[in-house]
């Protein structure tokens, strides 16, 4: 193979990395829109070759040179938006599975496992509560499926807490209209 032909080959392998590099893009973008259907982009190894590539010195010029310069930064560049747009992802995948959870009743704002567990004592003993209240009234009144009490409390809680302020707590209290405990928020010390 002489000299021109395998400075062909170098910029044409430059040219088909730059192409990968723009074809990358829409595969980052369509893998963090649906995981499911979508293969992992394997992002990295491509960053990994682009800069890892060398022009043999031997058949260097001022335009390979350029090309390869060019690449790498284009590379970087994208490199730098992906990393925005993967830490955008997350964090939204984040929120979307914490409001999965609050609307499941299975975590409070934070995903602090240690409240919710106190949450879950707290609807257990607000069941009490409640059945005791029902039993003091003295009133034939249909009781509430424990399933459905603690779901509509948990829901209840998952709302009040992501609107709380820091100055507020949450409590509970028997609605007689209702005939059934519930949650509210107040301002601490009130």
Excluded at 96 to 120: C, P, S
Excluded at 154 to 177: C, H, V, W
């Amino acid at each position: 193979m002489d000299l021109r032909q395998r400075r062909k080959e170098v910029e044409n392998q430059i040219t088909m990395l730059l192409g990968q590099v723009h074809a990358m893009d829409n595969k980052i973008r369509n893998y963090l829109a649906d995981r499911q259907k979508n293969p992992h982009p394997r992002h990295e190894d491509l960053l990994e070759r682009i800069q890892r590539f060398r022009i043999d010195p031997a058949i260097s010029t001022k335009h390979l040179e350029t090309m390869l310069e060019n690449l790498q930064w284009k590379a970087y560049y994208h490199n730098q938006a992906w990393r925005q747009l993967w830490q955008n992802a997350e964090m939204k995948r984040k929120r979307e599975r914490q409001t999965d959870r609050e609307a499941d009743g299975e975590g409070d704002q934070n995903g602090n496992r240690e409240k919710d567990n106190r949450l879950i004592y707290s609807v257990d003993r607000l069941w009490e509560v409640q059945k005791e209240k029902l039993d003091s009234l003295g009133r034939n009144v249909e009781p509430e499926a424990k399933d459905t009490f603690v779901s509509r409390i948990k829901k209840r809680y998952g709302q009040l807490a992501s609107e709380k302020g820091d100055n507020e707590e949450i409590y509970m209290t028997f609605d007689p209209a209702e005939k059934r405990c519930t949650l509210e928020k107040r301002r601490k010390g009130e």
